[in-house]
T-cell receptor
Framework: GESVGLHLPTLSVQEGDNSIINCAYS??????FIWYKQESGKGPQFIID?????DKRQGQRVTVLLNKTVKHLSLQIAATQPGDSAVYFC????????????FGKGTKLSVIP | DAGVIQSPRHEVTEMGQEVTLRCKPI?????LFWYRQTMMRGLELLIY????????DSGMPEDRFSAKMPNASFSTLKIQPSEPRDSAVYFC??????????????FGPGTRLTVL
């Protein structure tokens, strides 16, 4: 089965509100996590990543939180905009080599204008 | 800066035909990945190249699939013969395999393949 999963397959958020997308992982040995955004008809777009020696990392309007105790990862989007509507994937490295990334099935974020 | 370039963007073919998908990675990147995306299985890694050498092709479904990387700026994924179950979106991604960026890979726009 999937080692990376998502709590919510769909999420609807009012424009201007903050969004939180959650991700659970099962491999306690994973030491790198990454979030991608995929808009309809496009390839996954890198958003932000975090290594396991960190609990939090911030980007532009996005924050990733890592809780290794419960093996949980979240992506927070501040002041959600219509352009944020997409499917968001989390991924973890899960193999011996640095190239191994296991992707979750994705969460669809819909922004209500 | 140009991102990963893939061609064609859409391909419709009949069962039994040969299909060739093309990819130009980001200049300077030394790792290249081919993925397949379907609703049922999500994103699946097919093959990984490092410095033009195939490192891991365990994700290639069967002998009908083959991939080459003759130089640092070009790769192909070939399906011969194609079957309806090969219908999917195929992505190429590249990355710079150093300490900081080994896993931060950048995806192309994908090729949507439909096999009738």
């Amino acid at each position: 089965g999937e080692s990376v999963g998502l709590h919510l397959p769909t999420l609807s958020v009012q424009e201007g509100d903050n969004s939180i997308i959650n991700c659970a992982y099962s491999n306690s040995a994973s030491d790198y996590f990454i979030w991608y955004k995929q808009e309809s008809g496009k390839g996954p777009q890198f958003i932000i990543d975090i290594r396991s020696n960190m609990d939090k990392r911030q980007g532009q309007r996005v924050t990733v939180l890592l809780n290794k105790t419960v093996k949980h990862l979240s992506l927070q989007i501040a002041a959600t905009q219509p352009g944020d509507s997409a499917v968001y994937f989390c991924a973890e490295n899960s193999g011996a080599g640095s190239y191994q990334l296991t992707f979750g099935k994705g969460t669809k974020l819909s922004v209500i204008p | 800066d140009a991102g990963v370039i893939q061609s064609p963007r859409h391909e419709v073919t009949e069962m039994g035909q040969e299909v060739t998908l093309r990819c130009k990675p980001i200049s300077g990147h030394n790792s290249l990945f081919w993925y397949r995306q379907t609703m049922m299985r999500g994103l699946e890694l097919l093959i990984y190249f490092n410095n033009n050498v195939p490192i891991d092709d365990s994700g290639m479904p069967e002998d009908r699939f083959s991939a080459k990387m003759p130089n640092a700026s070009f790769s192909t994924l070939k399906i011969q013969p194609s079957e309806p179950r090969d219908s999917a979106v195929y992505f190429c991604a590249s990355s710079l395999a150093d300490t900081g960026g080994a896993m931060r890979r950048y995806f192309g726009p994908g090729t949507r393949l439909t096999v009738l």
